[in-house]
């Protein structure tokens, strides 16, 4: 069979296909569908009770859903106030709250110092796992390469199947300590293999923090500036958890509810955070910013920016979508707090690198774009720019390549999708299982000699 044969025969097979994946629009219309898992008013449905982390961006009043500053709670604890005790006391956080996450509390400094040994420990990975897992089968994407690798790891594991809390516990450790390692490896090998670029692999110092270290393997020269560092710090520390509810995390538990192992659960939420409607959004946000700088020629020009954002929304520019990327979330109405924190920690960096004219045109994209999405949607409930709006930019800033900005999200991610997990095996108990209401009609057997 050709190439060509095969093409054409796959161009057939789809348009015969089209017809089969048509759903009655009378069945998804059904007021008790929850679509999404979402309730009518656009609230997520409840299926679970977690401690680990929160996301209030609204409160119910008499049955309706009534406007409020944001905020993001990890363990109880508010997520504004961790960044900024460690932005007052010039140290790197996300350690801290890793520790926070997965143990359940604050860390003393005796405990913390250990538990940074334990991840310094665990950084490297298994002998000859670069050689084997991944610079003999580059991948073109780095997030399908760590989840790859986070399965292998499954056969480098004595007791990989068994789910106690102790075993646990190694695992979301191990995993945590190698995700920054893997990514800059599988990076570096993807860089080399497909882009034609130098090979270079830096292995990780103990000394060093997380974001420290990710600077240093991702770098040629392995050098990056205290600022730097802090920069990204800042990063992990405001993507490390979002509530039980987020796409990934929910996978996660998800699949941890059938008692499989760590490696297959994690595997999963890497799965989903790929997705541009999930973890991917911040590439949509440069796509679109890229647009935007293209087209309008004097970035200073409010009318002129005004003018592009509402051609956006009615599908007469950037991609045709009519979404502007990062404005807008599930939970968060009048702000979200992280967005907020890249506000206002980026200005400097922003200064020192040369990016304030970009910085301030992804202020104006979320100054004018508001109103304007609430306008033309004829929108009731306010939104806000979320966390995707203003990340990207960071990662520019920092010298991050786009293909990077996912695969860090996961960096972060993997603490609370490890909590997560240790959460629903310990006290879920049931297995998830929703309901599909069928759509199709009966229909006989023919024998194939009669079908057309």
């Given at each position: 069979?050709?190439?060509?044969?095969?093409?054409?025969?796959?161009?057939?097979?789809?348009?015969?296909?089209?017809?089969?994946?048509?759903?009655?629009?009378?069945?998804?219309?059904?007021?008790?569908?929850?679509?999404?898992?979402?309730?009518?008013?656009?609230?997520?449905?409840?299926?679970?009770?977690?401690?680990?982390?929160?996301?209030?961006?609204?409160?119910?009043?008499?049955?309706?859903?009534?406007?409020?500053?944001?905020?993001?709670?990890?363990?109880?604890?508010?997520?504004?106030?961790?960044?900024?005790?460690?932005?007052?006391?010039?140290?790197?956080?996300?350690?801290?709250?890793?520790?926070?996450?997965?143990?359940?509390?604050?860390?003393?400094?005796?405990?913390?110092?250990?538990?940074?040994?334990?991840?310094?420990?665990?950084?490297?990975?298994?002998?000859?796992?670069y050689e084997d897992m991944i610079l003999k089968i580059p991948?073109?994407?780095?997030?399908?390469?760590?989840?790859?690798?986070?399965?292998?790891?499954?056969?480098?594991?004595?007791?990989?199947?068994?789910?106690?809390?102790?075993?646990?516990?190694?695992?979301?450790?191990?995993?945590?300590?190698?995700?920054?390692?893997?990514?800059?490896?599988?990076?570096?090998?993807?860089?080399?293999?497909?882009?034609?670029?130098?090979?270079?692999?830096?292995?990780?110092?103990?000394?060093?923090?997380?974001?420290?270290?990710?600077?240093?393997?991702?770098?040629?020269?392995?050098?990056?500036?205290?600022?730097?560092?802090?920069?990204?710090?800042?990063?992990?520390?405001?993507?490390?958890?979002?509530?039980?509810?987020?796409?990934?995390?929910?996978?996660?538990?998800?699949?941890?509810?059938?008692?499989?192992?760590?490696?297959?659960?994690?595997?999963?939420?890497?799965?989903s955070l790929k997705g541009p409607l999930h973890g991917g959004?911040?590439?949509?946000?440069?796509?679109?910013?890229?647009?935007?700088?293209?087209?309008?020629?004097?970035?200073?020009?409010?009318?002129?920016?005004?003018?592009?954002?509402?051609?956006?929304?009615?599908?007469?520019?950037?991609?045709?979508?009519?979404?502007?990327?990062?404005?807008?979330?599930?939970?968060?109405?009048?702000?979200?707090?992280?967005?907020?924190?890249?506000?206002?920690?980026?200005?400097?960096?922003?200064?020192?690198?040369?990016?304030?004219?970009?910085?301030?045109?992804?202020?104006?994209?979320?100054?004018?774009?508001?109103?304007?999405?609430?306008?033309?949607?004829?929108?009731?409930?306010?939104?806000?720019?979320?966390?995707?709006?203003?990340?990207?930019?960071?990662?520019?800033?920092?010298?991050?390549?786009?293909?990077?900005?996912t695969p860090l999200f996961a960096v972060a991610r993997i603490?609370?999708?490890?909590?997560?997990?240790?959460?629903?095996?310990?006290?879920?108990?049931?297995?998830?299982?929703?309901?599909?209401?069928?759509?199709?009609?009966?229909?006989?057997?023919?024998?194939?000699?009669?079908?057309?």
């Open positions: 069979m050709t190439a060509e044969y095969a093409k054409e025969y796959m161009v057939r097979l789809s348009e015969e296909m089209k017809g089969q994946y048509v759903i009655n629009p009378r069945y998804l219309n059904d007021v008790n569908l929850k679509r999404g898992l979402r309730n009518a008013d656009g609230t997520g449905v409840l299926v679970g009770v977690t401690g680990i982390g929160s996301v209030q961006g609204y409160y119910v009043e008499d049955g309706v859903r009534v406007p409020q500053e944001g905020r993001l709670y990890y363990r109880g604890i508010s997520m504004e106030d961790i960044v900024e005790a460690h932005r007052k006391s010039d140290t790197f956080g996300f350690e801290e709250v890793v520790y926070l996450l997965v143990v359940g509390k604050l860390p003393t400094k005796a405990q913390l110092e250990e538990f940074n040994e334990m991840l310094a420990a665990a950084r490297d990975l298994p002998k000859g796992f991948s073109r994407n780095v997030m399908n390469k760590l989840a790859r690798c986070v399965l292998a790891l499954y056969s480098y594991d004595e007791d990989p199947d068994d789910t106690s809390l102790q075993n646990m516990v190694k695992q979301s450790i191990a995993l945590i300590a190698r995700f920054p390692t893997i990514v800059a490896q599988a990076y570096a090998t993807k860089r080399h293999h497909f882009d034609g670029k130098s090979l270079y692999i830096h292995n990780p110092k103990s000394e060093l923090s997380v974001s420290e270290n990710f600077l240093r393997m991702i770098r040629a020269d392995k050098s990056f500036t205290h600022n730097e560092a802090l920069l990204l710090d800042l990063m992990l520390m405001i993507q490390a958890e979002h509530g039980g509810g987020n796409n990934s995390a929910f996978v996660c538990r998800a699949l941890s509810s059938t008692m499989t192992d760590t490696y297959s659960a994690i595997a999963g939420a890497i799965g959004a911040n590439s949509k946000v440069m796509e679109m910013f890229g647009y935007i700088e293209e087209n309008v020629k004097d970035w200073k020009d409010d009318e002129a920016v005004k003018d592009y954002l509402r051609r956006i929304v009615r599908k007469e520019a950037g991609d045709r979508s009519g979404k502007i990327y990062g404005l807008g979330h599930a939970v968060y109405t009048v702000s979200d707090p992280r967005a907020k924190l890249i506000r206002k920690y980026a200005v400097d960096v922003a200064k020192e690198k040369g990016y304030m004219e970009e910085l301030e045109l992804l202020e104006k994209v979320e100054e004018f774009g508001v109103p304007i999405l609430m306008e033309e949607k004829q929108m009731d409930m306010p939104i806000c720019a979320n966390v995707d709006l203003y990340s990207g930019l960071i990662y520019k800033m920092l010298g991050i390549p786009e293909e990077l900005c603490s609370g999708w490890c909590a997560h997990r240790i959460e629903e095996v310990m006290t879920g108990g049931r297995l998830m299982r929703p309901a599909y209401r069928a759509s199709m009609i009966r229909v006989p057997y023919i024998d194939i000699e009669n079908r057309k």
